[in-house]
Each structure stands twice: as C-alpha cells, then as structure tokens.
T-cell receptor, first 114, second 110 residues
Framework: DSGVTQTPKHLITATGQRVTLRCSPRSGDLSVYWYQQSLDQGLQFLIQYYNGEERAKGNILERFSAQQFPDLHSELNLSSLELGDSALYFC?????????????FGNGTRLTVT | EDQVTQSPEALRLQEGESSSLNCSYTVSGLRGLFWYRQDPGKGPEFLFTLYSAGEEKEKERLKATLTKKESFLHITAPKPEDSATYLCAVQRSNDYKLSFGAGTTVTVRA
C-alpha cells in the first residue's frame, strides 16, 4: 500500500459531462502529481501542485483543471468529456523540495466515457 | 524534451531464465532515474532510484544499473510473481515530475 488514496476507483459517464477525481496524498507529502495512462500513450504527466500552489504543467487540456486544498488533498476536474478522455488517471505524491524524491502512486481512477 | 525509450516492449521468460530490460534516455541534466513495477489495474510501485553513472541497486531478484545513456534492469532466475510491466522514468535537475517510458511487459511462465 503506497499510502496514496484515490476515489472513485471507477467512473462511467457520458460525453459532454463533467467529473471530479479525488486524491489524498501520503501523510507528510506536500507535492501531488496527476498522470493520465491510456493504452496508446503510456503515462503522461498532467500537472503538479506543491503545498497548494501549481508547480508544473504538462500536456493538460484546457477542459481539465486541478487544485490542491489546504489539507493537501487534490482534485482533478474533467469537463466536456470526450470518448478519447477514457483512461486511467493516477495521482502520485512526494515529499517535494528539496532533493530527489520518488513518487508514490495511488491505484488510479478508471474513467470510461460512453 | 526528455526522451525515455524502453526495450523490448514485451518479454516472455521461462521460470529461472534470467534476462535484462533496457531503458535509453535523453535528458538535460539528470537528477535521477527511476524504475517502477506496475501490475494490471494498479498504480506503479516504486522499485529503485539511480543517481549517477556506475551506480547499482538490488532488491531480491532485481538489479538496476545506470550508465550515462541507459539503464538496465536485470531479472535473475525470475518467478511467475515477477510478471508485470516494468517502467523506467527520468527526473531532470530543475524539475520534480517524472517522464516515463512506455514500459516492458514481462511474463514469466512456470
């Protein structure tokens, strides 16, 4: 068990809808990362937050947004969903600054858009 | 942009048949190279971090090594429970996110 909790485990929704994915990081970790994993793209970095502030952005679509709250949990909001958004969405956490720190991943939310 | 290429894409081994997985990388200023294991429907599980060329790390039947351009994950006398997808990732010196390769799926037959 990595200590990173993601909810829900599965989500099925229709095109055009909006969903929210939730992540609780490991105790003591200040950084949260969101990744998307699809069969043809592998693990793609979306966005990172550190102690409530956005730290880095990857190829995240404008329809997607995220935030990290004062209690350090994070939410990823996906709107105007398309079929191609179907994927596994992973949250990871790390201690953050300074130095090299491995990321610890949750077990993901499987999103199916129909 | 960081590039991480893993080979082969898939590897089928007989139990006890040792082999190696390759991870070639291009990154501007390597902070660390990471190996993860991922089982179907699960999140990646951290295995190793390597920081500099020449470094080696071991865990049970797995041994990871690092050169300036690539990393190898050696699996010695694998067992069926070693079946998984092994992911390589790099972290650059001015960043904290990981850039992943596509992975090598290892299947070990009893």
């Amino acid at each position: 068990d990595s200590g990173v909790t993601q909810t829900p485990k599965h989500l099925i929704t229709a095109t055009g809808q909006r969903v929210t994915l939730r992540c609780s990081p490991r105790s003591g970790d200040l950084s949260v990362y969101w990744y998307q994993q699809s069969l043809d793209q592998g693990l793609q970095f979306l966005i990172q937050y550190y102690n409530g502030e956005e730290r880095a952005k990857g190829n995240i679509l404008e329809r997607f947004s995220a935030q990290q709250f004062p209690d350090l949990h994070s939410e990823l909001n996906l709107s105007s969903l398309e079929l191609g958004d179907s994927a596994l969405y992973f949250c990871a956490s790390s201690v953050g600054d300074p130095g090299v720190h491995s990321l610890h991943f949750g077990n993901g939310t499987r999103l199916t858009v129909t | 942009e960081d590039q991480v290429t893993q080979s082969p894409e898939a590897l089928r081994l007989q139990e006890g048949e040792s082999s190696s997985l390759n991870c070639s990388y291009t990154v501007s200023g390597l902070r660390g190279l990471f190996w993860y294991r991922q089982d179907p429907g699960k999140g990646p599980e951290f295995l190793f971090t390597l920081y500099s060329a020449g470094e080696e790390k071991e865990k049970e039947r797995l041994k990871a090594t690092l050169t300036k351009k690539e990393s190898f994950l050696h699996i010695t006398a694998p067992k069926p429970e070693d079946s998984a997808t092994y992911l390589c990732a790099v972290q650059r010196s001015n960043d904290y996110k990981l850039s992943f390769g596509a992975g090598t799926t290892v299947t070990v037959r009893a």
